[in-house]
Every structure is written in structure tokens, then in C-alpha cells.
């Protein structure tokens, strides 16, 4: 008798701690397997049950209790970040068959199962989430008594289905045996595990707290740690989308928007949303002291990487082109540093006096581009006979009276003289 006095509170058998067991054959988004709703560990236990993008309703999961348990309440979270369950049915087994006992249009974050015999509008149970609707069993099932209880998932709001949370909250059935109610009760009191406003913080509801839908990851929903904003206006964490772009290049593809795949290009690439960074941080450093956020990434740990995965793949091209034009910008440079030194050298050459020119007129003129008539200097527009000597028109129409060079004597025809064209160093005919 004293054993069952220890099991005066409701106690919830979902707890890890008394060993609950859960079946479901629906395949689920990696990391949120419906196994995640009895895990010991409080984040995996928090992230919940996500099922594959192409599951649709209805969707069925068993969970089975260490023994059969007198329901008081059953307490079930349908919303994950943008996801949300609305439609839910509860079943419990009796001998081979299921019964249903209660069903709900669910419009808040969850909904809470209650017995009516126990429970009220003005007696509700203690450290419940203040926002999801309460229902009650059915009238004909007012003794709730099952190791079984099965919800079925039998619509959704446009995602796929989904369970934040799963409690079944109630007391050891009076048709156990004295053994079976004291392994409970050493698990429980072993394990601190009641359900008591003074000894079981890890067990309340956290009714104030929500973490705001806009700090979520849209892909994995999870709070973000480097916020990027994607060209199709999704907001996910940096290292998600490293994963992503990861899983593309694995399979010979360029990285693109996980939501559109429209592929990454210089004015369309993800963002690091900055404002949206510091409210996570404020958020996290407000409430650093709950259990939802104390383990959380808060530092920005890589943030380059992204940007250099993105262009690596993006702008590969442009690099190419960037890259080819440095070096030959540095080849250029190169050249013109050589020019200059190999210029300074013949320069000082020939200023020596032990030097011997081997060079013709015209090499030097070219060399030193003096580009005028040999014998009056004007720089206008110059002819050029075949020993090679520059004049101006007067000057040529003059010594075509003689037919000879005035500076070297050398005899010339009126057909030799040719237009010297100093830009490209052509002679053309224009005499």
C-alpha cells in the first residue's frame, strides 16, 4: 500500500527513463526519426519527428509503455518550424483491436487529450503549454487503460507530417502487480523522474518558451548559428547549406538554391544576413540559461568557407579570366622593366667614347624617331629617296631639279621617291 502512495502524481510514461518504445514504418528526414520523441538526449528529443517530403497523410505511430497505464492526459505538439500537423486521431489497444477515444482539428502549436472524470475547464492539469487547445476522451471512455496509444496523423497544413512532442501523462493501473508498480516506482524515484513542480524540472512544459520561427533553419529547421539568405528569399544556416552544395558537387552538379535550383551566379548567391545574426545572438545570450539553448553554436566558426566553396563553382570562369589577366598585366610589367633597363644600357653604351657606330642613318633616326628633313629640319610631312634620307615636299621639289642628294650626293629618280610614313615606319607611294 505504501508503494502505491508513492504514485499518488501522474507520472509521464513517455519518459526515457521508463524505457517507452515506439513504432512507425513511415520513412523520416534524417536526424528527425520518430525515434527522437523517447530519446534520452534533450535536443534529439527536441527536435522531433519529421517525416520524408513525399509521405503524405494518413500517418500512424505506436507507442507502447513499460506497463499498461490509467490515462489522465495525453499531451501532443504538432508543429515543427513551418511544418504542422492538423488532424489528429488517439487510439488506444484492447486485446487485438484499437479504439479510438479522441480526435482533434488542431489550429494552435498542439493539443492536449484530457479525462473528463479527472479534468475541466476550470481544473485543468498543472504546467501545461499554455498555447495548445485542450479536447477531452470520449464519453464512452472515461477509463482510459492501455500499454498502447496510437496517433494517427490524418491531415496536415500544406508540409508533411509531423510531431514536436508525445507525453502520455497518468498512473500505474490497478490491474498490475505489486512487482510491476515497484519497478516503476524505483525508476522513477531512482531517477528523479516525477512529475512534481520542485523535483522534476526537466519534466515541465515549457509554456513561455518559443524559439521564433525566423532564428529556424527552413531546411532543417534548427536554431541558426551564420544565417544566409538564398536568392529565393529561404533563410538557412551556412553549414547546411555547405552540406547541400557538398551533396551537388558529389553528383558533378553546380551549387544552386535548395528551394528553386536556380543555380548561384554573381548577382544571385546566398547573403549573410548580419541583422538577422545579431537577434539570434541577443536571443540566445537572453536565454542562455534554458535547456533548449545551452548547448547551441553561437560562434561564427568558418564563415569564408561558404564564399569560397560558392565561388570556386560560380565564377570559376570569371577567375580564369581574372587569373589570365594578371599574369599577363605581370608579364607586361616584366617586360616593360626589362625594356627600360635595356634601354638605359645602350644609352650608356653608345655615350662611350670607345664606341664605334655601325649604324646606318636611318637605323638611328629610327632608334631616336627624328622624323624631318635633313635639310631644313621641319617635321611636317617628309619624303624619302633610296639612300634613305628624309625631306619636306619644298625641299624635294627642289633637288628634283638636279636629281641628287644633298647630303650624300648619291644620284636618284623622280619614280624613287616615296612618302614616309613615320606612324608605322611604311613608305607608301605619294609623290
Not at 86 to 106: C, D, M, P, R, Y
Not at 130 to 143: D, P, V
Not at 322 to 340: E, F
Amino acid at each position: 500500500m505504501s508503494k502505491r502512495m508513492n504514485m499518488e502524481t501522474p507520472v509521464n510514461f513517455i519518459n526515457p527513463k521508463l524505457h517507452p518504445k515506439i513504432n512507425c514504418s513511415i520513412p523520416a528526414v534524417d536526424n528527425y526519426e520518430v525515434s527522437n520523441l523517447v530519446s534520452e538526449d534533450f535536443l534529439t528529443r527536441s527536435r522531433g519527428f519529421l517525416a520524408y517530403s513525399t509521405v503524405k497523410p494518413p500517418v500512424e505511430v505506436d507507442f507502447i509503455t513499460i506497463c499498461d497505464v490509467n490515462i489522465h492526459y495525453i499531451v501532443i505538439g504538432t508543429v515543427i518550424g513551418t511544418q504542422r500537423s492538423t488532424g489528429i486521431e488517439i487510439f488506444i489497444k484492447k486485446k487485438t483491436q484499437f479504439l479510438s477515444i479522441g480526435h482533434a482539428n488542431v489550429t494552435a502549436d498542439g493539443v492536449i487529450f484530457c479525462n473528463k472524470r479527472l479534468y475541466s475547464a476550470n481544473n485543468l492539469p498543472h504546467n501545461i503549454p499554455q498555447n495548445y487547445i485542450i479536447t477531452y476522451f470520449k464519453s464512452s471512455n472515461f477509463g482510459v487503460t492501455s500499454d498502447t496509444v496510437r496517433l494517427r496523423i490524418f491531415r496536415t497544413e500544406k508540409s508533411v507530417p509531423c510531431l514536436s512532442k508525445f507525453e502520455i501523462w497518468g498512473k500505474v493501473s490497478k490491474l498490475c502487480s505489486n512487482v510491476t508498480l515497484q519497478t516503476v516506482s524505483h525508476l522513477i524515484s531512482n531517477r528523479n523522474t516525477v512529475h512534481s513542480s520542485s523535483k522534476t524540472p526537466l519534466e515541465l512544459p515549457t509554456q513561455d518558451f518559443k524559439i521564433p520561427d525566423e532564428f529556424l533553419d527552413s531546411l532543417t529547421f534548427e536554431i541558426m548559428s551564420i544565417p544566409v539568405t538564398l536568392p529565393s528569399g529561404n533563410t538557412v544556416d551556412e553549414s547546411t547549406l555547405e552540406k547541400f552544395i557538398a551533396v551537388e558537387a558529389s553528383q558533378g552538379r553546380q551549387p544552386s538554391d535548395p528551394f528553386t535550383g536556380q543555380k548561384f551566379t554573381e548577382r544571385q548567391k546566398p547573403i549573410f544576413n548580419g541583422s538577422l545574426k545579431s537577434r539570434i545572438d541577443m536571443f540566445l545570450l537572453e536565454n542562455a540559461h534554458k535547456k533548449e539553448t545551452y548547448s547551441l553554436k553561437r560562434t561564427l566558426g568558418a564563415p569564408n568557407y561558404l564564399k569560397r566553396q560558392i565561388e570556386n563553382n560560380i565564377i570559376e570562369k570569371d577567375e580564369l579570366s581574372v587569373n589570365k589577366k594578371a599574369k599577363c598585366d605581370d608579364k607586361k610589367d616584366n617586360l616593360q622593366s626589362s625594356g627600360d633597363m635595356l634601354e638605359k644600357l645602350i644609352e650608356k653604351t653608345m655615350n662611350n667614347e670607345n664606341f664605334i657606330r655601325f649604324t646606318t642613318d636611318l637605323e638611328e633616326r629610327q632608334y631616336n624617331h627624328e622624323i624631318k628633313c635633313r635639310s631644313c629640319n621641319m617635321k611636317d610631312v617628309v619624303y624619302e629617296i633610296p639612300c634613305n634620307h628624309l625631306y619636306c615636299r619644298i625641299c624635294i621639289l627642289d633637288m628634283c631639279k638636279t636629281l641628287f642628294c644633298k647630303i650624300c650626293k648619291r644620284k636618284f629618280r623622280q619614280c624613287d621617291i616615296k612618302k614616309y610614313n613615320c606612324k608605322d615606319n611604311k613608305n607608301i607611294w605619294n609623290f
